[in-house]
Each structure stands twice: as structure tokens, then as C-alpha cells.
């Protein structure tokens, strides 16, 4: 059984103070026990800094913090997959007005490069409301997955808060996100197994 747990960083607006990337990075591991563990000895080491936060994210939290948690990453087994865009390319998307089509189709880029070997099951952060959203969402995203011998694929929609993996996932997409829009490399060179791949290149 294998675990994708998957978030964003950025956002889809066109605001002169929005974000000029858009990221959606998955994380992906055999044993999510090995993600569990290395929030809660993090929550438990640090808890006199991160206090009340319901979660870790990073937006929020210490920048100490998260490299602390992102450094754990090489004691556990896992894979990264990245895809950005450069929104000044969103024009050619089809649909790109509207944001929860835009969301999936970027998705589907995302999930073209995991290879599915085994039955997964894959926890979103949930961002649609609408189970016609939901439904549509997996859809296209199950059809954009490696999946040759059509192992069994579970899509989860649940709140961050709630699942600590998501929140590693976020630590990911975030690293990723600073690096392109602020320059500032020093997270996401901390994970090690990574792809990272621009989606609707010019």
C-alpha cells in the first residue's frame, strides 16, 4: 500500500497582490506512521514555540521549525513529486477563469508523474465543498495517474488538521514556493527525493 498526500502553496487569483506561482506537491510514502511521528516529536520538542497552532504550516510556522521537520525527512523512506506554474502562462490553460477547473486540470499534471506499483490511497487537502467538485476532481486525477495494472486508487478529501502527512505535504509545496517566487532555496534543498517539473511551459 502506498500513501500520496498532497497540497499547495500559493493561489490561482490574478491580484496585484497575488502570488506570481502556483505549486502543488505530493508526498509520498509506504508507511504514514513514519510522517505521523515526525510532527509529533516536533509538536512535543518545540511545543513551547508552537503553542496552540492547531497545525504545522508553512505560512505560519517558525522557519527553524520547519527545517528541523524537513531535515527528518531522511530518516524515512519517501518520494516528492512538484509541479509549478508561472501564471503569466495560466492564459493558454483552457477554462483558467475558473479556479476549481484550473485546480484539477494542474492536478492531473501532478499526478502524470506518479507511477502507481501497488493500491494507494491519496489524501487531499480538501478545498471543494460541492461532491460533484469531489467526484470531478478524482476523476481526472485517477485518470492522469501511471496506473498500467489498475491497482486500486482511493481519493480522500479531509482537513489538514486532522492528518499529519498533509502537513508534511505543505512543508513541501511551501519549500518549493519559496524558492520560485522569493528566491530563497534553503528549504527545499533539504529534500532530497525530489522531482520538480514546470507544467504549460512556454
Same mark, same amino acid.
Given at each position: 500500500?502506498?500513501? @500520496?498526500?498532497i497540497?499547495?502553496?500559493g493561489?490561482?487569483?490574478?491580484? =496585484?497582490s497575488?502570488s506570481?506561482?502556483?505549486?502543488?506537491?505530493?508526498?509520498? $510514502?509506504?508507511?504514514? *506512521?513514519?510522517?505521523?511521528?515526525?510532527?509529533k +516529536?516536533?509538536?512535543?520538542? =518545540?511545543?513551547?514555540i508552537? %503553542?496552540?497552532?492547531? +497545525?504545522?504550516?508553512g &505560512? *505560519? &510556522?517558525?522557519?527553524? @521549525?520547519?527545517? *528541523? @521537520?524537513?531535515?527528518?525527512l531522511?530518516?524515512?523512506? =519517501?518520494?516528492?513529486?512538484?509541479?509549478?506554474?508561472?501564471k503569466?502562462?495560466?492564459?493558454?490553460?483552457?477554462?483558467? =477563469?475558473?479556479?476549481? $477547473?484550473?485546480?484539477?486540470?494542474? #492536478?492531473? *499534471?501532478? #499526478?502524470?508523474?506518479?507511477? @502507481?506499483?501497488?493500491? &494507494?490511497t491519496?489524501?487531499?487537502?480538501?478545498?471543494?465543498n460541492k461532491?460533484?467538485?469531489?467526484?470531478n476532481?478524482?476523476?481526472r486525477?485517477?485518470? %492522469?495517474l501511471?496506473?498500467?495494472?489498475?491497482?486500486?486508487?482511493?481519493i480522500?478529501?479531509?482537513?489538514?488538521?486532522n492528518?499529519?502527512?498533509?502537513?508534511?505535504?505543505?512543508?513541501?509545496?511551501?519549500?518549493?514556493?519559496?524558492?520560485?517566487?522569493h528566491?530563497?532555496?534553503?528549504?527545499?534543498e533539504?529534500?532530497?527525493?525530489? &522531482?520538480?517539473?514546470? $507544467?504549460?511551459?512556454k
Amino acid at each position: 500500500m502506498k500513501y @500520496i498526500y498532497i497540497d499547495e502553496s500559493g493561489d490561482l487569483g490574478d491580484k =496585484y497582490s497575488s502570488s506570481k506561482y502556483f505549486v502543488i506537491g505530493a508526498i509520498i $510514502v509506504d508507511n504514514p *506512521k513514519n510522517l505521523n511521528r515526525i510532527i509529533k +516529536e516536533a509538536r512535543k520538542k =518545540y511545543n513551547n514555540i508552537i %503553542g496552540r497552532d492547531l +497545525e504545522i504550516k508553512g &505560512t *505560519k &510556522t517558525n522557519r527553524q @521549525i520547519i527545517k *528541523k @521537520i524537513l531535515g527528518k525527512l531522511d530518516n524515512i523512506d =519517501y518520494d516528492v513529486f512538484v509541479i509549478y506554474l508561472d501564471k503569466k502562462n495560466v492564459y493558454d490553460i483552457p477554462n483558467f =477563469y475558473n479556479h476549481n $477547473v484550473l485546480y484539477d486540470v494542474l #492536478a492531473s *499534471k501532478l #499526478a502524470e508523474n506518479i507511477k @502507481i506499483d501497488s493500491p &494507494t490511497t491519496v489524501i487531499v487537502d480538501k478545498s471543494k465543498n460541492k461532491q460533484e467538485e469531489i467526484i470531478n476532481f478524482n476523476e481526472r486525477f485517477i485518470l %492522469g495517474l501511471d496506473n498500467n495494472n489498475n491497482h486500486s486508487i482511493n481519493i480522500n478529501h479531509v482537513n489538514s488538521i486532522n492528518y499529519k502527512g498533509l502537513q508534511i505535504a505543505d512543508l513541501v509545496s511551501w519549500a518549493v514556493f519559496q524558492n520560485l517566487e522569493h528566491g530563497n532555496s534553503e528549504f527545499m534543498e533539504l529534500i532530497k527525493n525530489k &522531482t520538480i517539473m514546470e $507544467v504549460f511551459k512556454k
